[in-house]
Structures are given as C-alpha cells and as structure tokens.
C-alpha cells in the first residue's frame, strides 16, 4: 500500500503537470507576456491559490518550463551518463544552440522572459557540464583549474555563442557552430601557451 506522502506527491505533481499543459496553451493563444495566472488556473481546473501552492508567479512557472524544455531536449539528443570527451561535447553545443534557436523561432519573447529562459537554461547548462566534468576529468588538470571555473568558462562559452547565433540570420549550421565552439574551446588554451604575457 502506498504512503500518503507518495499519493500527496503524485498529486502534486500531477497538479504541477495541469498547470504546466494550461500555461502552454493559454500562452500559445495570447502570448507569454499575456497570459495570466487566473486564465492559467482556470484552463487548469484549479484555484488561484493552487497555483501559488506550486509557484510563486507565472516567471516561476517560465523557469520550470525553460528547465524542462532543456533538460528533454539534451536528454533526446544523448544519454546523460555519456562519457566526458569532444564527440559529446560537440553534440551537447549542437543542441544548446538548436535549443536557442527552437526558443527564438517558437516565441516573440519579451526582454524579461528571455532574460528568465535564458538564466534557467544557463544554469542547467552548467550543472550538467559540472557533473560531466568532474566524472571526466583527471587528477593532473584537476589540481591547476578549479572544476567550477572551468565550466564557468566552458558553460558561459556555450551559452552566449548559443543565444548570439540563434538571434541572427545566419548560414551556419548548428553542426558548423558547434564545431567553431569546440575549436574555440579548445584553441584557448594553445594562444596562451604561445607568448600571450603573464
């Protein structure tokens, strides 16, 4: 037999799921901007006051959705237990950028919303390039970078290139991007070894 704590997340859940579903479809009618958390509730089939049960605001609802949206789409694209090596980072900026450029097309996003999107997908773009990382790496370049600060780097990377490519109109394919990313990234490191000053 369950415990109720089990069923009361179900349902929690399963509340969460309605209000998710709602907001995409009142959003998809009126605009993200537009819709409002009573038409969210409404479509739903909740109170208002479940809605603030599950989040503090529709931002709040923006971000779980942003979230989601990356983490389906990274986990489409390659099974996240991957080993750590250049293939797999080139296919994890191929996505980024094709999730950027998805985002952009899909939506007219007001400043604050993108700014939400964007912050939630760079944030779940560093933790999953922290947990990558510090499975791959070994102990001798452990010791002389920070693992944070190297995907501090490599996440900031990735992300601008990412949200700078998907807003322009441009020929390069997210393959070819990805590709100049990676030699980015890794070209850094042979500058600096070659006379940039102390």
Known sequence: MATPSRNMDRRAERTRQLLR????????EKGLT??????????????RGTFYAHYADKYALIDALAREEFQRSVSAMFSLTSPWNRKTLHLLIQTVLEYFKSVYQRHRLSRDIASIIERATHEELYELLLTWLKQGRNEE???????????????????????QWSQEITTISSEQMAHNVLQALTEVGHLASDGLPD
């Not at 969210?40 to 109170?47: G, P, T």
């Open 21 to 28: 579903q709602a907001f995409i479809e009142v959003a998809q």
């Open 34 to 47: 537009a819709a409002s958390i009573q038409e969210i509730a409404e479509r739903a089939n909740v109170s």
């Open 141 to 163: 370049i452990r010791s002389r970078v920070p693992t944070e600060t190297m995907v501090q780097v490599m996440s900031w990377a990735i992300f601008g290139a990412a949200v």
